[in-house]
């Protein structure tokens, strides 16, 4: 069956970086689009972005535009969010998820994502 599973989640103070990994086993991975959302307590889960199979064309929410990267290395089945200048207020359970459907398509629609990993916790302190 299909497993995401993240890691490298963990504590950081505000300024710093973090890069956390969601490693995918049984699905043909390259023709999987990639997405990270995020929810923090007592709040509904947010879009941060995406990445596409090929990993040429990445989407990203405006609140981590510009700080935060997604990557994938389609030989380990393995994609990536680097964060970087983190802010408190991007404190909450990170997870990724799988959708077969074009990017273009999906945006930032979870229903339409049909994998996803159990999460990690990232907390920035001020």
């Known amino acids: 069956q299909v497993q995401l599973v993240e890691s490298g989640g963990g504590s950081v103070q505000a300024g710093g970086s973090l890069r956390v990994s969601c490693a995918a086993a049984?699905?043909?991975?390259?023709?999987?689009?990639m997405g990270w959302f995020r929810q923090a307590p007592g709040k509904e889960r947010e879009f941060v972005g995406a990445i596409d199979g090929r990993g040429l064309t990445a989407y990203y929410a405006d609140s981590v535009k510009g700080r935060f990267t997604i990557s994938r290395d389609n030989a380990k089945n393995t994609v990536y969010l680097q964060m970087n200048s983190l802010k408190p207020e991007d404190t909450a359970v990170y997870y990724c998820?799988?959708?077969?459907?074009?990017?273009?398509?999906?945006?930032?629609?979870?229903?339409?994502?049909?994998?996803w990993g159990q999460g990690t916790q990232v907390t920035v302190s001020s």
């Open positions: 049984g699905l043909t991975f390259s023709i999987y689009g």
């Open positions: 998820a799988a959708t077969p459907l074009p990017l273009v398509r999906v945006g930032a629609r979870a229903g339409e994502y049909d994998y």
